[in-house]
């Protein structure tokens, strides 16, 4: 009797889904757009995502200019953001508010924009175009909506993504450091991509680490000096000494760079 109850159930499990999908494939045949339309809200709001953005797609050339023209096209924006797909959203998103910038959709397509960007950004070893492609969508969105509700997550969104392009300045000032004299001298270029992330995101969690940078390889250029400018470099270093002291007191790297201090000391004259 279980087995049969189990059978009846699948049975009725299965007839649902092929009269699901008789009706899907009956909407995408159909030329009523006001039907199709009536099935892709139904079918976002079920979490058919898919099926709503194949049918929107069909019908948003053909509502411009209606009343159903500015929400088809944003519910096409966030269908395919619901499914992840959001290069393609960000791309609608973007279309929407740049046609409606005032529209009843404007703050959230702008918000979603960025903040879908913020979703798909790069890991650091890759190009980082989308991360700044995200930064450049949120800050926008928070010039147009400052009082939006959703300002703190887009400000938390581009502290992260500053914190990504930091990191991968970081990556490269330390691969540059590694490399120290090959082919040329690679301190300097790590002292230069340092400081120019300093200089871009003065408030970074990376910091610490791109000061103590700076310091060292300041301190190995120097090391390597001809001896005619070994000591305006270890000039140079002691400044970077005390530099880092001065935003670090306590820092876990305080040890290194009091022994880089010591030997600095000693090759300038007072």
Do not use: W
């Amino acid at each position: 009797m279980r087995k049969q109850i189990t059978t009846y159930i699948a049975l009725i499990a299965l007839a649902v889904v092929f009269t699901s999908c008789g009706e899907y494939n009956r909407v995408l045949k159909s030329s009523d757009y006001n039907y199709k339309y009536t099935y892709a809200k139904e079918a976002f709001e079920k979490g058919k995502y898919t099926q709503a953005y194949t049918i929107l797609e069909d019908i948003v050339t053909v509502f411009k200019g209606t009343d159903k023209a500015e929400e088809s096209l944003y519910l096409l924006a966030m269908s395919y953001y619901e499914n992840k797909d959001y290069m393609t959203s960000g791309s609608y998103f973007k279309t929407y508010y740049q046609h409606y910038p005032k529209g009843q959709f404007a703050e959230l397509a702008r918000f979603y924009c960025g903040y879908g960007y913020y979703l798909d950004s790069p890991e650091t070893q890759l190009d980082q175009s989308g991360t700044v492609k995200a930064i450049q969508e949120l800050q926008n969105f928070l010039d147009y909506f400052p009082k939006s509700d959703k300002v703190s997550i887009a400000q938390n969104a581009i502290f992260e993504l500053q914190d990504k392009l930091v990191l991968k300045e970081l990556e490269n000032a330390t691969l540059y450091y590694n490399l120290g004299t090959y082919m040329g001298n690679n301190y300097q270029s790590a002292v230069i991509v340092a400081k120019n992330a300093l200089k871009d995101y003065p408030y970074s969690k990376y910091k610490e680490q791109l000061e103590m940078l700076v310091l060292k390889s300041r301190y190995q250029e120097a090391l390597q000096s001809t001896d005619e400018r070994k000591e305006d470099r270890f000039r140079d270093v002691i400044d970077e000494y005390y530099s880092f002291i001065n935003d670090f007191p306590e820092s876990n790297n305080r040890h290194e760079a009091d022994n880089i201090f010591k030997i600095a000391s000693k090759h300038v004259k007072n």
